[in-house]
């Protein structure tokens, strides 16, 4: 049985990446992202499911993310909206952490379209 105090809560900020920054109401102004090294499991004793992914996205681009049934493009979305978080490596958008930024902020500017 799962016990509701064993479940990692969500979190506002990551502690270890310093502290939260104040992002202007306008952000993000060009809409650039740049996966860097990004590292996710679910859950602590699970494999890694995104490892190391490597990509840039430049202000304007508009980009569709295809693949097989567990690729990861599901899981790419939880993150950068950080529904899940990243246990290493950094998202970026318009050269911002967003593991730095306030997690209703992130979820307030970023739309994703499945």
Same mark, same amino acid.
């Given at each position: 049985?799962?016990?509701?105090? @064993?479940?990692?809560?969500?979190? #506002?900020?990551? /502690?270890?990446?310093?502290? #939260?920054?104040?992002?202007? #109401?306008?952000? *993000?102004?060009?809409?650039? !992202?740049? &996966? $860097?090294?990004?590292? !996710?499991?679910?859950? *602590?004793? +699970?494999?890694?499911?995104?490892d190391?992914? %490597? &990509?840039?996205?430049? *202000?304007?681009?508009?980009?569709?993310? $295809?693949?097989? +049934? =567990? /690729?990861?493009?599901? +899981?790419? @979305?939880? $993150? +950068? @909206?950080?529904?899940?978080?990243? #246990? /290493? =490596?950094?998202? %970026?958008?318009?050269g911002?952490? @967003?593991?730095?930024? %306030?997690?209703?902020?992130?979820?307030?500017?970023?739309?994703?379209? *499945?």
């Amino acid at each position: 049985m799962l016990k509701l105090d @064993s479940i990692v809560q969500e979190q #506002e900020t990551i /502690a270890d990446k310093g502290e #939260e920054i104040q992002v202007p #109401e306008s952000w *993000p102004q060009k809409g650039g !992202m740049e &996966f $860097v090294g990004v590292k !996710m499991r679910y859950r *602590p004793e +699970t494999d890694i499911v995104l490892d190391g992914l %490597n &990509f840039v996205v430049k *202000p304007g681009e508009k980009i569709g993310v $295809v693949g097989r +049934t =567990g /690729a990861g493009k599901s +899981t790419m @979305s939880l $993150v +950068t @909206s950080r529904i899940c978080e990243i #246990e /290493a =490596g950094s998202i %970026n958008i318009d050269g911002v952490d @967003s593991q730095r930024i %306030n997690l209703s902020k992130i979820r307030e500017k970023i739309t994703v379209i *499945p």
